[in-house]
């Protein structure tokens, strides 16, 4: 066919098509935001801060993820996990979860545990806000989780990039947001729970944790520190290929 035959609108359609490819090229994020250095969990959390001391025990933690049948979608969604129980000098236990993602976009990011601890069986009784360590306003979440077999206080936060997540909603804003500037953040779900015998005990079990995860902050370098809250600025988030 003649280049003066073929249709005008198909001259359009093809500059419209190499608009929106270009388009997409140049609203791929390139960059990934992540703390100083290599993660590594396991060496970045200490095994014994202020009163506290790692002690391996029996007590099965709820999952970090949900599952698809009978598969685990950890992998999917974190690259890696850590999960530890605490005792202090009063012989008080508090359980530490802390799942860690290098890459959150918005078909992959972090579970809430609201969603995890329902699909494994758990009611949610309780559910208000509580402030994060480290990071003002309201952002983290204090629940209650019950099952037929147990009673869990729960605390947890959510950071992504550089900012405390305050829902699912303003976690995919603030994804699209780092998106536009070509920046793919990083992502940790940082959360303790305690198993109870009753709802008489959620109180103080709520206090002993915050009391926990501020000591545990307070140990913490700087740069090990903006793992589980955020910088302060962009210069320690850092930006790498």
């Known amino acids: 066919m003649n280049a003066k035959h073929i249709p005008a609108w198909t001259w359009v359609w093809s500059v419209a098509m190499g608009a929106a490819v270009a388009l997409a090229a140049w609203l791929t994020p390139t960059h990934s935001m992540v703390v100083p250095g290599s993660v590594d969990l396991e060496a970045a959390i200490p095994k ?13 933690q709820v999952n970090l993820a949900l599952k698809r049948g009978d598969d ?59 402030e994060p360590i480290g990071s003002p306003g309201p952002s983290g979440r204090a629940m209650v989780a019950t099952h037929p077999r147990r009673v869990e206080p729960v605390l947890y936060w959510v950071r992504i990039g550089n900012t405390i997540s305050s829902s699912a909603w303003n976690t995919r804003l603030y994804i699209l947001s780092e998106g536009l500037k070509g920046r793919i953040p990083d992502g940790i779900l940082v959360r303790t729970s305690q198993i109870v015998r009753t709802t008489d005990g959620v109180a103080r079990s709520h206090e002993l944790q915050s009391a926990f995860l501020r000591e545990l902050v307070d140990a913490l370098p700087t740069e090990h520190k903006a793992l589980l809250v955020p910088v302060v600025s962009d210069t320690l988030a850092g930006l790498s290929r």
């Open 72 to 130: 685990d979608l950890s992998d999917q969604v974190y690259d890696q996990i850590l999960m530890r129980t605490y005792r202090n000098v009063k012989g008080e236990s508090v359980m530490l979860a802390l799942a860690w993602g290098r890459q959150q976009r918005q078909e992959v990011k972090i579970h809430r545990p609201e969603l995890c601890y329902v699909a494994q069986g758990f009611t949610i009784s309780t559910n208000r806000p509580f």
């Open 48 to 60: 014994a801060f202020g009163q506290w001391t790692h002690m391996p025990t029996a007590a099965m």
